[in-house]
């Protein structure tokens, strides 16, 4: 698997973002682009996109909006973060680097990425592998408690619904993410140097502002976004992802454990296969990433014995 190489750092403009992005492999072959999570940055995908660089695949990148080297090309653009954004920066990533259709792998705010864009543009995906499952969310929905168990884990949400937490993350931005590694995957054994090389991506001038609304918003606590109001309402919906798509789940995970998969599965095809991976947490491209690149090839397979079947 090809993960050793330094990578190098490119970037395409888009309509309010200059985004900065890793690429492997050759552009004439099949795009598939991978988005990252919080709290993550786009390395984390290598080994994922170096071995599908070797198995032919054109692997893009991108570094979210308030993360790593991408910034916003104007001052009096909105620091927000709603899923309908997310969504369509990567519609416009898409658009500046000329792919007409991709498959995607996202990873928590990345697979919410991917699955809005599926949703809204389905004819840009031709395949979605969902690390995390369906994460699309309804502040309405929101608004009821979970259980304690489930509660817990995510503290931090809570945290940063307070001003308190605010100033928290801008001081402890590091500290937090360990933090939230280690909750989030208890049996991963991350080395201080790979940490490091992701939290630089954290010391983005507006990652505060973008990861602050984004917890805010999917609870009501912050405005939506006017200019993609349309989207979000159609998001907000849950409706069903209906491109081809395979869902894992880390058996360890805290957070989006397998069994949600129950409450899930009708937001996926009838026919959408989903895995609980062995000794995985909740950052499994990082834990396991020989699984997630055998089930993306396994899906991706089978959309060719369909196709070949139907000419």
């Known amino acids: 698997m090809a993960t050793k190489e330094k990578l190098t750092?490119?970037?395409?403009?888009?309509?309010?973002?200059?985004i900065a992005y890793h690429q492997w492999g050759n552009p004439a072959g099949r795009p598939v682009v991978l988005v990252h999570g919080f709290p993550d940055d786009a390395q984390g995908w290598n080994p994922v996109a170096g071995d599908l660089a070797e198995r032919g695949y054109y692997a893009l990148a991108p570094y979210l909006r308030g993360y790593g080297q991408t910034r916003f090309l104007s001052e009096t653009t909105s620091r927000t973060a709603q899923q309908s954004e997310?969504?369509?920066?990567?519609?416009?990533?898409?658009?500046?680097?000329?792919?007409?259709?991709a498959s995607v792998v996202g990873h928590d705010w990345g697979a919410r990425a991917v699955a809005g864009l599926a949703v809204l543009h389905p004819e840009r995906v031709a395949s979605l592998t969902a690390l995390n499952g369906y994460l699309l969310y309804n502040i309405e929905a929101n608004q009821q408690p979970g259980l304690p168990i489930r509660e817990s884990p995510t503290w931090y949400q809570w945290y940063f619904n307070t001003e308190r937490g605010v100033r928290g993350l801008e001081r402890y931005r590091r500290e937090i993410g360990r933090l939230l590694w280690t909750q989030w995957s208890p049996s991963w054994r991350f080395n201080a140097r790979k940490f490091e090389s992701v939290a630089e991506s954290w010391e983005n001038p507006d990652f505060v502002k973008i990861v602050i609304h984004s917890y805010r918003h999917r609870y009501g606590n912050s405005p939506t976004n006017p200019e993609f109001a349309d989207a979000e309402a159609v998001l907000q919906t849950l409706p069903q992802v209906q491109v081809p798509s395979v869902v894992l789940f880390g058996e360890d995970d805290p957070m989006e454990p397998p069994e949600d998969w129950e409450g899930q599965k009708q937001r996926w095809p009838n026919d959408t296969r989903h895995l609980a991976?062995?000794?995985?947490?909740?950052f499994m491209q990082h834990e396991q990433p020989e699984?997630?690149?055998?089930?993306?090839?396994?899906?991706e397979e089978g959309l060719h014995k369909k196709s070949a079947a139907a000419r």
């Open 86 to 101: 997310l969504a369509s920066d990567l519609k416009d990533f898409l658009d500046a680097m000329a792919i007409r259709k």
């Open 291 to 299: 699984v997630v690149v055998a089930e993306f090839l396994r899906l």
């Open 9 to 18: 750092l490119d970037f395409v403009n888009t309509r309010s973002l200059r």
């Open 277 to 282: 991976v062995a000794n995985a947490g909740h």
